[in-house]
Nanobody, 124 residues
């Protein structure tokens, strides 16, 4: 069992930056690939980025390539999402999730554990 708690969301102006953190409980964190998803009202959660169990490989949605960086510190049971050059289109609730396996994917239904989400609002 893995429990996830996100933090770091907030209000930022267009062009600004934020760093989200997601801390996991339990000793199994380092075995799971981790992902970040974004959800806006009335829409399904959309894939943002993922990182494999070791942190040596990452993947991003096309819309965030070059602007967002996912990383993890297995010693701290924490995964991060560094977001820069933010635009209003990045607004939403950001969820971190633990994949059912070690290598991750962009598929929402392959993620086994979810955090409660943290709101990111980018003003124009």
């Amino acid at each position: 069992q893995v429990q996830l708690v996100e933090s770091g969301g907030g209000l930022v102006q267009t062009g600004g930056s934020l760093r989200l953190s997601c801390t996991a409980s339990g000793s199994a964190f380092s075995m799971h690939a981790m992902g970040w998803f974004r959800q806006v009202a009335g829409k399904e959660r959309a894939y943002v980025a993922s990182i494999i169990y070791s942190g040596s490989r990452t993947d991003y949605a096309d819309s965030v390539v070059g602007r967002f960086t996912i990383s993890r510190d297995n010693a701290k049971n924490t995964v991060y999402l560094q977001m820069s050059s933010l635009t209003p289109a990045d607004t939403g609730v950001y969820y971190c999730a633990a994949h059912r396996g070690s290598y991750g994917s962009s598929w929402y239904d392959e993620y086994q554990y979810w955090g409660q989400g943290t709101q990111v609002t980018v003003s124009s």
